[in-house]
């Protein structure tokens, strides 16, 4: 840990873009200044230094964007009521400076042949948009390099826990992204509504109802090669990481094919 904390650095940057995207979830773009340019390897985290009574306090949050693009960083953010990093995004205008430190964490991708099945739920999904965005054919790869080619050619599903439809975000972005890329394919499990009528016919194939665990079951039953041949990457919420993680360990899934970030 003091390895990794030695290795931070800080990063100055001005506040670009505060995009409500729905409720009180933001996708709040940085743009760096000194130094000028971030590498990171998605799925890492940055940590935000809030001004308290002359000193800082730190805030973590996962970084959002791709990692090709190193100039910004985007992060998405749900603003807790009186919470102190949540108050200080909160009141943030264009052109404020913010301190980060990092990048840090060692939630990312591990390197090998087995599917990428990832359980998220709420702000979860913001470090598996680095990922996605990251590895996969997207706007946000400017045409360049993917940085690792072998992840790439990868499967990659990913079940996102939502309450209701009203809290989907993002959609179109993924929708695109699973039109680009016949690797990607997904879920958004909406655990609060009876039915998905809400939902345009034909975008129902992105949605579920129920647990995003119960829904990944659903589809295993029919592909045992989901459950013996795939890493899971599981992140949201302590509580719910932790209950995720024990069903899958029920499942006698490898604690070595589980990696996880709680928030
Ligand atoms: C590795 C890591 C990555 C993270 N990445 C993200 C991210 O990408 N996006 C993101 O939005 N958050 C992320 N978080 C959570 C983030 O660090 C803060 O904990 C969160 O923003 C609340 O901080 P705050 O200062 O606003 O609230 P605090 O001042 O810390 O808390 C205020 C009150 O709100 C309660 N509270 C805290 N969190 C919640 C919650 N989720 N819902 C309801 N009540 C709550 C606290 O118990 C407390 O009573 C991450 C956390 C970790 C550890």
Redesign the pocket.
């Known amino acids: 840990m003091s390895f990794e904390i030695n290795m931070l650095k800080n990063f100055k940057t001005i506040l670009t873009n505060k995009k409500i995207l729905v409720n009180n979830i933001y996708l709040f773009t940085f743009k760096l200044q000194d130094p000028a340019e971030i590498s990171f390897i998605p799925g890492q ?1 940055v940590i935000l230094k809030v001004p308290k009574d002359g000193a800082y306090i730190s ?4 970084i ?1 964007s791709s990692s090709q693009t190193k100039d910004t960083l985007e ?4 603003i ?1 009521p ?6 200080y995004l909160d009141q943030l205008e264009i052109n404020n400076g913010v301190i980060f430190q990092g990048p840090a ?1 060692l939630f990312k991708l591990r390197d090998n042949n087995k599917q990428k099945v990832f359980f998220v739920t709420g ?1 979860g999904i ?1 470090p598996i948009r680095s990922i996605l965005n990251s590895n996969l054919k997207s706007p946000a790869s400017r045409g360049e390099q993917i940085s690792n080619p072998h992840l790439k050619s990868q499967n990659y599903q990913f079940f996102w826990g939502l309450k209701t439809f009203k809290e989907v975000c993002l959609f179109d972005e993924f929708k695109q992204l699973a039109i680009n890329n016949q690797q990607l394919s997904f879920k958004i499990c909406l655990s609060r509504e009876k039915n998905l009528d809400s939902i345009p016919e034909t975008d129902r194939q992105y949605f579920d109802l129920g647990h995003v665990d119960s829904c990944f079951y659903k589809l295993a039953t029919s592909h045992q090669s989901l459950i013996t041949n795939s890493d899971f990457y599981l992140c949201g ?1 302590r509580n719910i990481v932790d209950s995720l993680r024990q069903g899958l360990l029920t499942k006698n899934i490898s604690t070595d094919n589980i990696i996880f ?3």
């Open positions: 985290y805030r973590l949050y996962s959002s992060l998405l953010v749900e807790i009186n919470g102190l990093g949540s108050n964490g702000t913001a919420g970030e709680k928030f």
